[in-house]
């Protein structure tokens, strides 16, 4: 078995990394007969394209950019920022392998059997975040009207937002994505035939206490999917620095994929390596890393400037509400 681990010590580029997995991938595949590893092949080489040919990301980050230029003008008093970035490798690896590992799990549950390769291909294709977008509001407190509730009202203007940008993007060549997810409560603040397309994690909270709306999008343009999440400041603090942030959802996540059972070792080969290669995942050991523009003292002090384990930022814009620091009647 291969696996990602076998690349991150020889000091390789992130797009080398994709391609010499990918192709060594296929190769396997064609020894072996493991459909999956084909699926995975196909994968990487997709997210390789995505870094070697993204002249495409400009003209999505510029049709996006009205968005913003829309909001600065119809909420000057509101503060907000717009973050773009392209999923790390290693983050997509995980999920890739943790897909196969969930769903094997499933089926082999449900129906004592496993999904064959094309079964394993259309689930993967719910990965619809190797692009990803964020926009986060705020309302300073010189703006609010006496007795009005700052979190009240940043919340109506965060489903107002999110009312508009659908119809916003579709004029712009993106094609919204329905959800797939059976929520159990919708909010009254929300267009209702949007239900479809928004994952609101604000009334339909999780576990950890994170809350955000999600959206995906098909770019007709490029032929890729993005994911749009909305969030209030609070709510991106509690997500980025509080008990929800990205360090304990992936200590989740390493717990959960650490998790075989119903499926007796042995009994698919696939699910077995997929397993396999999230364990692994788990144990790299950052400060022997030798990736190009990657730095690690350990876990928690990494400079990661080519992508691998942090994402790659491709769209910073920040808007301050007008007259934010002045005294205001």
Do not use: W
């Amino acid at each position: 078995m291969i696996s990602l681990n076998d690349y991150l010590y020889d000091g390789n580029t992130v797009l080398k990394i994709l391609h010499c997995y990918s192709r060594d991938l296929e190769r396997v595949c064609e020894q072996t007969g493991n459909g999956v590893d084909g699926v995975h092949a196909d994968f990487l080489s997709g997210m390789a394209n995505l870094l070697e040919h993204n002249d495409f990301l400009t003209s999505q980050s510029q049709r996006i950019r009205e968005f913003y230029r829309l909001m600065a003008n119809k909420y000057p008093y509101l503060a907000f920022t717009f973050r773009g970035r392209i999923k790390s490798l290693i983050r997509a690896e995980e999920k890739f392998n943790g897909y196969v590992v969930e769903d094997a799990s499933d089926v082999y549950e449900r129906e004592h059997r496993f999904p064959d390769p094309e079964e394993i291909r259309s689930f993967v294709e719910r990965f619809r975040d190797l692009i990803a977008y964020r926009i986060v509001i705020s309302m300073p407190k010189c703006h609010l009207k006496p007795g009005e509730d700052p979190e009240e009202v940043e919340l109506n203007y965060l489903y107002e937002i999110a009312n508009m940008l659908p119809p916003f993007m579709q004029e712009r060549g993106f094609t919204p994505e329905a959800s797939g997810l059976a929520q159990k409560e919708h909010s009254p603040l929300l267009d209702p035939a949007l239900y479809p397309y928004y994952r609101d994690y604000i009334v339909n909270g999780r576990g950890t206490g994170y809350r955000s709306l999600h959206i995906s999008f098909f770019d007709n343009l490029s032929q890729t999917y993005l994911e749009l999440q909305l969030r209030t400041k609070a709510m991106d603090d509690f997500a980025e620095i509080g008990e929800a942030n990205h360090s304990f959802y992936e200590m989740q996540q390493n717990e959960e994929r650490a998790r075989r059972a119903p499926v007796p070792e042995g009994a698919c080969v696939y699910f077995d390596e997929a397993y396999q290669r999230g364990l692994l995942l788990q144990g790299i050991d950052f400060s022997k890393v030798d990736v190009n523009l990657f730095r690690a003292f350990d876990r928690y002090r990494i400079n990661d400037g080519c992508g691998l384990l942090q994402g790659r930022l491709i769209l910073p814009y920040e808007h301050l509400s007008r007259f934010q620091n002045d005294l205001i009647d």
